[in-house]
């Protein structure tokens, strides 16, 4: 079923650090549109005690919940109004939420040095935010898993999370859409986790540290529409075309961590390093697309799960998908790349299948990049699947296949072409050509023969299908011209299909 309330419970905590600025701000302004903005979104925001002298506002016993339900819980908090019309807000030290219901336990914040700065920003607010050190500590339990029909036993996890130099922005500015801003940097973002299941036999730990954490995110709600009240694929459709729309994109240095994982069925041990990315995404009225890289990754596993370690290494690594979001007269553009290079395994992994060496060792190397034009409609096709009906199925216009390219144990597949697309049969019909060339299928043939993973009759199969599809154009090196022309005629090589 759709639905956007869980969405729409994201933003609900951040709507209460907005308002509408004015020229001077006071710490009571800054104190009553929280209220005011918690009363917009069912929260009740409130303080046992308040107290106004000089310019300065002490809260103590604050807490922000729904009405009659337990929320987050700050012990003190000092707001002081600046020289400059700006208003620094000091929290105290005890910042904390009780969990009640099925999942039980606590959530605690603490700080080294955490200050916010409200400010006047284009005629909405913004807090400026730093701290040397600002950590989150968790401990809950929650119902397992009963194979018996026994009452299942507890699973507990627990953790921390922690920023290390944190600093950034949040804005809210208001408008014909309202808009929220977040800027976040440290120098260091790192966690710790523990989880055992007594039902499923497991226990699990983790660790990871990540250096120099950038990250920008960019929300903006239709005025016209609130997004909590949006409850149908038409009020998603309304709120995009009105402008609700999200982008983020983040940057990361050197980051390292572990897992291990108890169990009598799967244990693991894991080390994990990776180089330095970036990553970005957007989701507005014309475009989903997402968008990342990495310079590199190391993941090393102690004999467990398998008996002997393994080691796997790649080189830099890239992932983009684009898609069109809401149909018009205009086609959108569409696209998938994927790049995985020097991908590589350590000997003792390779002899559990190949002790031989039939196999050659080389690094494998992936590479996706394909685009062109397409009509779709998310929400259309979100309708229709909620109704039962017939799906919406997207109409392509074109494709581009610029890479399509697999090196693996010493054969390499490589791929390119056009095409073009006719929608006014009710199914697309393609005219265009693509090219594709493989070197070393033979071979690769014969070793996985040797190591015992293919047998002789299904390799005759496969190179059967080779001869039929593909033409030799030199030593261990097969072609093929696959045309698509009018009359949904299929050509391979010049011959029509069936051949």
Do not use: C
């Amino acid at each position: 079923m759709f639905q956007m309330k869980s969405f729409a419970a994201a933003p609900a905590f951040a709507l209460l650090l907005g308002g509408t600025a004015h020229a001077a701000l006071t710490a009571d302004q800054v104190w009553q549109s929280w209220k005011n903005a918690g009363a917009l979104v069912g929260l009740t925001v409130s303080a046992a005690t308040e107290n106004t002298s000089g310019g300065v506002l002490t809260l103590n016993g604050i807490k922000i919940a729904p009405e009659g339900m337990g929320g987050l819980t700050i012990s003190d908090m000092v707001l002081t109004e600046q020289s400059d019309g700006s208003v620094a807000i000091t929290p105290g030290a005890d910042i904390g939420m009780t969990m009640t219901g099925e999942t039980e336990g606590s959530i605690k914040v603490t700080h080294d040095g955490l200050i916010l700065t409200a400010r006047e920003a284009d005629g909405g607010l913004a807090y400026d935010y730093s701290a040397a050190k600002l950590d989150v500590v968790y401990d809950s339990t929650y119902p397992g898993y009963s194979f018996d029909g026994s009452e299942p036993p507890k699973v507990t996890a627990s953790g921390d999370v922690r920023f290390s130099n944190l600093a950034g922005t949040y804005s809210d500015r208001p408008g014909t859409n309202r808009t929220f801003g977040l800027d976040l940097r440290a120098d260091e973002l790192a966690y710790n986790t523990l989880s055992d299941d007594p039902g499923m036999e497991l226990k699990q730990t983790s660790t990871s540290a990540t250096q120099d954490i950038r990250v920008s995110l960019a929300l903006a709600l239709p005025s016209t529409i609130e997004l909590a009240a949006i409850a149908s694929p038409a009020d998603f459709g309304t709120a995009l075309k009105e402008g609700l729309s999200v982008s983020l994109s983040m940057t990361q240095g050197e980051s390292v961590g572990t897992m291990k994982q108890e169990s009598p069925y799967l244990p693991m041990d894991l080390s994990m390093k990776a180089g330095g990315g970036d990553a970005s995404a957007l989701f507005n009225r014309d475009t989903f697309s997402i968008k990342s890289t990495a310079t590199g990754l190391d993941i090393e596993s102690a004999p467990g799960a398998m008996p002997v370690p393994v080691k796997l290494v790649s080189g830099p690594m890239a992932f983009g998908l684009t898609a069109p979001v809401i149909a018009t007269e205009a086609a959108g553009d569409y696209g998938l790349v994927l790049k995985l290079s020097q991908f590589s395994l350590n000997e003792e992994a390779w002899a559990l299948f190949d002790p031989n060496g039939a196999l050659k060792r080389d690094a494998a190397d992936i590479a996706i990049d394909i685009s062109g034009k397409a009509r779709m409609d998310v929400p259309a096709m979100i309708a229709a699947d909620e109704a039962g009906g017939p799906p919406a199925v997207p109409q392509p216009e074109s494709l581009n296949i610029t890479e399509l390219a697999v090196k693996v144990a010493g054969a390499a597949l490589a791929a390119t072409g056009a095409f073009t697309f006719d929608n006014s049969f009710g199914m697309p019909m393609p005219l265009g050509e693509a090219n594709v060339n493989i070197t070393g299928a033979n071979a690769l043939i014969d070793g996985l023969i040797a190591t015992g993973l293919l047998s002789d009759q299904d390799a005759m199969g496969a190179r059967m299908m080779m001869g039929i599809f593909m033409i030799p154009a030199g030593d261990d090196s097969l072609t093929s011209k696959i045309e698509a022309k009018e009359g949904m005629q299929i050509l391979v090589n010049g011959q029509p299909l069936p051949m």
